[in-house]
C-alpha cells in the first residue's frame, strides 16, 4: 500500500495565523490527494480533492498544492471553527490510504 | 445523499463483527461510485478497509484481507462488511462513505459512524 506521512502531528497556532500541513506519499500519487478535516464525534469532511480544487462550500482560506509526492494543506488566517484534525488521503491507488492526521490546537 | 451505519456496538473477542450501511438518495448501482468501509482506532488515525463497487467485486487492505469480506445487496441498497476474529484492537469508529470518481476521486458523502467495542 502506499504510505502516506504527514507532519507535524499536531500544532497550535494562535487566531489568524497561516498554518501548514506537509503530507508526503511513498510513490508517485500525481495529484490524486485529498484533505479532509474531522472533528471530534463527527464524521470527516472534504475540503480539498486533486490536490488542489476546493471542495464546494469550504471557506477560501483553504487551499491546496503539490504533485507527485509532496502535498500541503495551507490555512490562511486560522479561525476557531478551523480547531480540527486534518488528513490526507492519496486515490491514486485502489486501495486507498490515509495519512496519520494533524490535530490543529489555538495557542 | 444519506449513508447510515447500523450494527452491534460490542463484539466479543473471537467472534464476528457485521456491520451494514443503508443508502438512501442513490442507488448503490449508480455509476461512477463505490462504496467503501474506513475505521478510525483510537491513538491511530483513519484506516482504509476497503471497498466494493458492484455485486462480487470487492477490494480490502492487505491487512485485513485474511478475515473481511464486504458485499453489495443493491435489492436493499446498502452493503455490509464482516470481519471475523475480532480482538481489542478492532475496537474503533467504523464509517462507511461514498467513494466517488465522477468529478475527482475522493469520499463526498460519509455516514455518522458506528462505535465498535471489541471487549468480553
Redesign the interface.
Known amino acids: ?1 502506499i504510505e502516506m506521512t504527514q507532519s507535524p502531528s499536531s500544532l497550535s497556532a494562535s487566531l489568524g495565523d497561516r498554518v501548514t500541513i506537509i503530507c508526503v506519499s511513498s510513490e508517485n500519487v500525481e495529484d ?1 490527494v ?1 484533505w ?1 478535516q ?1 472533528k471530534p464525534g ?5 475540503l480539498i ?2 490536490a488542489s ?1 476546493l ?1 464546494s462550500g469550504v471557506p477560501s482560506r483553504f487551499s491546496g498544492s503539490g504533485f507527485g509526492t509532496d502535498f500541503t494543506l495551507s490555512i490562511r488566517g486560522l479561525a476557531r471553527d478551523d480547531v480540527a484534525t486534518y ?1 490526507c ?1 492519496q ?1 491514486y491507488s ?8 494533524t490535530r490543529v490546537e489555538l495557542k | 445523499v444519506q449513508l447510515e451505519e447500523s450494527g452491534p456496538g460490542l463484539v466479543r473477542p473471537s467472534e464476528t463483527m457485521s456491520v451494514t450501511c443503508s443508502v438512501s438518495g442513490v442507488s448503490v448501482t449508480s455509476g461512477g461510485f463505490s462504496w467503501a468501509w474506513i475505521r478510525h482506532v483510537p491513538g491511530k488515525g483513519l484506516e482504509w478497509i476497503g471497498k466494493v463497487y458492484k455485486v462480487g467485486v470487492s477490494y480490502t487492505t492487505q491487512s485485513l484481507m485474511s478475515r473481511t469480506t464486504i458485499s453489495l445487496d443493491p435489492v436493499r441498497n446498502r452493503f455490509s462488511l464482516e470481519i471475523k476474529s475480532m480482538t481489542a484492537a478492532d475496537t474503533g469508529v467504523y464509517y462507511c462513505a461514498r467513494d466517488t470518481a465522477v468529478a475527482g476521486d475522493y469520499f463526498d458523502a460519509w455516514g455518522r459512524g458506528i462505535l465498535v467495542t471489541v471487549s468480553s
Open positions: 500500500d490524486k485529498n479532509y474531522q463527527k464524521a470527516p469532511e472534504l480533492y486533486g480544487t471542495h488528513f488521503q486515490s485502489t486501495f486507498r490510504t490515509f495519512g496519520q492526521g
